[in-house]
């Protein structure tokens, strides 16, 4: 079945502690992106990877890291997050082309005490 | 800067009723349009994706136009379910080689039995 996975979940976690919030797809797509959600915002695009080793910043890029070392993997790191990063975190891709239907993941709910 | 608007917020209809929802955008230069629903707590799911080249696009009971001139799309649900009570999403992807999506802050539908 053709998806993205993002793993975990549910976080909640204190100032200051890093994490990594992982995303994994399985279609061999190119484009992959992070966006957040947060009420009355909407969803904004934090970071996205065009291939392998390219990344670029999105609208909202303070305070995170990516890595894109596989073409599947696309993770999202806090480095030392904050109370202000509590939010839905969502994960997607699709082909690069800029035509193509993009696919999200589950999401993961993130708490910073 | 592209800003997506989608009225109404929520709406609240009988079992059974044809119902519109209305996005509208204000830069022209997209590369395509898509409605997604989302389910409380839950992830994105594409319904329907229209090229900019396009006017509509048909899925089931889902009928999504696009008219890029005026900055309009619209979601067209026919003859409405209880299982239809979702959020639903527009969101546009810009021109350009970013694959960015500009999401609207969504209609919550409410199909009542």
């Known amino acids: 079945e053709a998806q993205v996975t993002q793993n975990p979940r549910y976080l909640i976690t204190v100032t200051g502690k890093k994490l990594t919030v992982t995303c994994s797809q399985n279609?061999?797509?190119?484009?992959m992106s992070w966006y957040r959600q947060d009420p009355g915002l909407g969803l904004r695009q934090i970071y996205y990877?065009?291939?392998?080793?390219?990344?670029d910043k999105g609208d909202v890029p303070e305070g995170y890291k990516v890595s894109r070392k596989e073409k599947r993997n696309f993770p999202l790191i806090l480095e030392s997050p904050s109370p202000n990063q509590t939010s839905l975190y969502f994960c997607?891709?699709?082909?690069?082309?800029?035509?193509?239907?993009?696919?999200f993941g589950p999401g993961t709910r993130l708490t910073v005490l | 800067k592209q800003e997506v608007t989608q009225i109404p917020a929520a709406l609240s209809v009988p079992e059974g009723e044809n119902l519109v929802l209305n996005c509208s955008f204000t830069d022209s230069a997209i590369y395509n349009l898509q409605w997604f629903r989302q389910d409380p707590g839950k992830g994105l799911t594409s319904l329907l994706l229209i090229q900019s080249s396009q006017r509509e696009q048909t899925s089931g009971r889902l009928n999504a136009s696009l008219d890029k001139s005026s900055g309009r799309s619209t979601l067209y649900i026919a003859a409405s379910q209880p299982g239809d009570s979702a959020t639903y999403l527009c969101?546009?992807?810009?021109?350009?080689?970013?694959?960015?999506?500009?999401f609207g802050q969504g209609t919550t539908l409410q199909v009542k039995p």
């Open positions: 969101a546009v992807c810009q021109s350009g080689n970013t694959g960015k999506l500009i």
């Open positions: 279609m061999n797509h190119e484009y």
């Open positions: 990877s065009m291939n392998v080793e390219v990344t």
């Open positions: 997607a891709s699709r082909r690069t082309g800029g035509t193509d239907t993009q696919y």
